[in-house]
């Protein structure tokens, strides 16, 4: 769990070029800046990495850091 | 004095990304050594032709924030380097200019075909939910002109243009027109394209289009001569801004040139072949001509479309020993760097007024005996200083497109 997290969060900072500081678990992605394309950008990469299937009736820019490290790490779990 | 039917477009900002070099000063220097850029590249290893002119150490990321290097295709990132250092240029500030009287108008033979190749190669191999999202607004071929929107605060026509190897000079023919129509104050005009691909390099091949000359690069595009076997893909952008003259008088901005007439045609005669007769070009060339109100032996100077292929070039300078005869001084800059497809009528546009500019005329790379039959003057080995007034940029594009700028010295 604490790779995807870091891995999340690391994606967020280089990638989306989000100021580290405000990467709190509880922060949505639509508060640290993200919109629907660049959730979907997102979505592709994590899916990539890890092997899951992550599709937009995830909840989009709803998503928090946290629950979207939590649903990759159960379909992980599934695999 | 004879009134012009349209007012004279000045050309007041020019911004070049080409394999001769990261902007407008780099560019020039180069094209007027006579230096050649081609190179075998390795991005095309393993091809019957790997041979291109690329934009040279090319780092998008030294100029432009991750998030706009991520979401633009390398074409659209050549047009909004270009773009912005046109508008500097210019003296232009889009953050205080009147961006609902401002146009973008950007041609481009092939958009984001890097992007769609990579994309296609993810779906194959990973499959379609690892197909990125951004693969549409990187690919689509009209997304430089509507990035170009944003970036510079545009609101009035944005448009793009794609008229194959012609598409920048109609886009600029297109400028002019919304400037004579009242439509808009300022253009931002110009072409992009970055089409050395495996399969652009491979389709263009197959069409028996490229230089084969691997083994000796740098002499490889060389228009005119009478060796020469084909052209050299290249890659890259050009940009100008446009306003009517009275517009930058009153601004004090100082035109490089002024744009005084375009014309265009189509051959409708083949997919890709020109038309042998040369009626479609000489079209081209009078209607600009007549649209200028300038006369053919006024012209000083060509700035021709010469490729390199065989049909190309025989077909072009023949309609320009008849129209212009031995007047007018031309050269083709495509044997410096090679030909950047739907941008190389913008480049050759800004090279023209250039040209006008420093009076001074660059060579043709690589000419060292002259195709028999050909009896223009062309410009070979060195640059030429001469009194210059009025040139002419042609271009022509797969599908039969013909179009020719006129320009006028300032």
């Known amino acids: 769990m604490s790779d995807i997290r870091d891995h999340l969060v690391a994606l967020l900072g280089d990638t989306f070029e989000v100021d580290p500081a405000t990467i709190r678990p509880d922060a949505t992605l639509s508060e640290l800046g993200l919109d629907s394309l660049g959730v979907a950008e997102l979505l592709v990469v994590l899916q990539e990495r890890w092997g899951v299937p992550l599709d937009e009736g995830l909840g989009g820019d709803d998503l928090t850091v946290e629950s979207l490290t939590a649903v990759v790490t159960e379909l992980r779990a599934d695999t | ?410």
């Open chain 2, 1 to 410: 004095m004879i009134t012009p039917a349209h007012p004279p477009i000045a050309i007041t900002g020019i911004g070049l990304v080409t394999p001769a070099g990261i902007g407008r000063e780099a560019t020039w220097e180069r094209v007027c050594s006579g230096i050649p850029t081609a190179a075998r590249d390795p991005a095309l290893t393993g091809l019957p032709v790997d041979l291109a002119c690329r934009v040279p150490d090319f780092e998008p990321a030294r100029h432009l924030p991750g998030v706009t290097v991520r979401h633009l295709d390398r074409y659209s990132q050549f047009a909004l380097l270009a773009a912005r250092e046109a508008v500097a240029d210019a003296g232009l500030d889009p953050a205080t200019w009147d961006g609902d009287r401002t146009a973008v108008v950007i041609g481009s033979a092939a958009g984001g075909v890097a992007t769609l190749e990579h994309q296609h190669s993810r779906l194959l191999e990973l499959g379609p939910a690892l197909v990125s999202p951004l693969t549409m607004p990187m690919f689509l071929p009209n997304m430089a002109a509507g990035y170009l929107a944003i970036d510079l605060n545009a609101h009035g026509p944005v448009v793009h243009t794609s008229t194959a190897c012609a598409s920048g000079a109609t886009a600029i023919a297109a400028a002019a027109d919304l400037l004579r129509t009242g439509a808009c104050d300022v253009v931002v005009s110009g072409g992009a394209d970055a089409m050395i691909t495996p399969l652009c390099a491979a389709a263009f091949h197959r069409l028996g289009a490229l230089s084969r000359r691997t083994d000796d690069p740098a002499s490889a595009s060389r228009p005119f001569d009478a060796d020469r076997d084909g052209f050299v893909l290249a890659e890259g952008a050009g940009v100008l801004v446009l306003e009517r003259e009275a517009d930058a008088r009153r601004r004090a901005a100082a035109p490089y040139a002024l744009l005084v007439g375009h014309g265009a045609s189509s051959d409708a005669h083949h997919l890709v072949r020109p038309d042998r007769s040369g009626a479609g070009i000489t079209r081209a060339l009078l209607t600009a001509l007549a649209d200028a109100d300038v006369r053919s032996e006024e012209v000083d100077h060509v700035n021709a479309h010469g490729t390199g292929t065989p049909l190309n070039d025989i077909t072009e300078a023949r309609v320009l020993a008849r129209v212009l005869g031995q007047r007018g001084a031309v050269t083709s800059t495509k044997g410096v760097t090679g030909h950047l497809m739907g941008a190389a009528g913008a480049v050759e546009a800004a090279l023209t007024a250039l040209t006008l500019s420093h009076q001074l005329i660059p060579p043709t790379a690589n000419l060292h005996r002259l195709q028999p039959g050909i009896a223009v003057d062309i410009v070979a080995r060195h640059a030429r200083s001469t009194r210059l007034r009025f040139a002419v940029s042609t271009s022509l594009g797969f599908g039969g497109h013909n179009a020719a700028l006129v320009l006028r010295a300032a």
